[in-house]
């Protein structure tokens, strides 16, 4: 079943409306997208990194290039082979426009590898390709971690995530389905894709993902009431996980894992905003960019059908306003995957629906 959006006469059938509309909101006409929720202006690797992703899926290589044009420009030094991406670039307090905080956000790293390796591949381009492989070499030399009683880690960012307490680690910086690509490229993200299976599910005892965990030598997963919570950013772990090919390993446990976040979705109507980990409460309300993250979970099981129509039917009455970055980028992905216009291999490869979206 599709969710009817709104298409106009003079639009190629396989046009990709919502993400039309997200650039008309937030992206100019260099290449940079825009976090309206900052009167800095901020843009952020994160936001240039699935902007790419999404332009990928429409088949739109002009904004893809300069989208990638902007980032190495901006945010890399010039040169994306021998510099992680910046993940925070605005306007400081004297006006200038600059970056704000180099150090680097590994999510985002390995986002704009996937892009480019996947253009690479999809789009015919060996220079893509070559980008997102050394790229993917950087990354993994600055940010990954042997931590004992573990293995393989990939740290939220080079800098400030190491600690005499152990390791800061973010669940929700780490998609399965870009491991399982670049498991093709070494066996090193193989590992890493083990341990990663292994810290969600260790990481969130009563099917609750976390937004941080901490990792300590002897002990494992830190039991602090601190790093509890979960919200803004552990809503991308059901979200990815929700979009895993059947045949990936382990997913079958993982989604199983996590169906307690579906359950309290459909006792409160809507998605939570916050939930604690190691208690398995929940409050608040989620925004609208929550319920649509969660849709590719929710349409996996038919127990959970009333409650998919239901945040469906919350997309369509009241959704996100047009220049919320962070919640209109849930929205492409959750919807996207939702509606057929992508979906990831068994080897985490992009399958996107070019041609059966532009006869439809």
């Not at 150090?103 to 980008?131: C, F, K, M, T």
């Not at 919350?314 to 992508?342: C, H, I, K, M, V």
């Amino acid at each position: 079943m599709l969710l009817a959006m709104p298409v106009s006469a003079q639009e190629p059938q396989c046009v990709w409306p919502a993400w039309e509309r997200y650039k008309a909101a937030m992206m100019t006409e260099d290449g940079r997208i825009i976090d309206h929720s900052s009167p800095r202006a901020i843009t952020t690797s994160e936001g240039q990194s699935y902007a790419m992703f999404f332009a990928l899926v429409a088949d739109d290589r002009h904004s893809f290039r300069r989208l990638l044009d902007w980032t190495i420009d901006n945010l890399a030094g010039g040169n994306l082979s021998r510099q992680l991406p910046a993940w925070l670039w605005g306007r400081d307090e004297e006006g200038r426009w600059r970056v704000l905080d180099d150090n680097n956000a590994s999510d985002s790293d390995l986002w704009i590898a996937y892009n480019l390796l996947e253009a690479g591949r999809l789009w015919q381009e060996p220079e893509y390709s070559r980008l997102g492989t050394e790229l993917l070499w950087r990354s993994a030399a600055q940010s990954l971690r042997m931590l004992p009683g573990l293995g393989l880690a990939l740290l939220p960012g080079t800098l400030g995530f190491e600690s005499a307490e152990g390791w800061r680690l973010n669940p929700s910086y780490l998609p399965p389905q870009l491991l399982q690509r670049f498991a093709a490229q070494s066996r090193i993200w193989a590992e890493l894709a083990e341990t990663s299976r292994r810290l969600l599910l260790e990481g969130a005892p009563r099917g609750l993902a976390p937004d941080w965990l901490r990792w300590q030598p002897g002990a494992g997963v830190a039991e602090a009431a601190e790093l509890a919570g979960g919200s803004y950013d552990a809503i991308r772990v059901y979200l990815w996980l929700g979009m895993l090919d059947e045949r990936t390993r382990g997913a079958s446990e993982l989604l199983a894992h996590f169906t307690p976040m579906l359950e309290h979705t459909a006792a409160d109507g809507w998605p939570p905003e916050r939930v604690d980990r190691l208690s398995g409460s929940a409050s608040g309300t989620g925004p609208a960019g929550f319920s649509a993250a969660l849709l590719p979970m929710l349409s996996r099981d038919r127990r959970f059908d009333a409650v998919l129509q239901r945040q469906l039917e919350r997309l369509r009455t009241q959704p996100p306003e047009a220049d919320a970055y962070y919640n209109q980028s849930l929205l492409l992905f959750g919807l996207g995957w939702y509606q057929g216009r992508y979906r990831f291999d068994q080897e985490g490869r992009l399958q996107p629906a070019w041609d059966s979206l532009c006869e439809q």
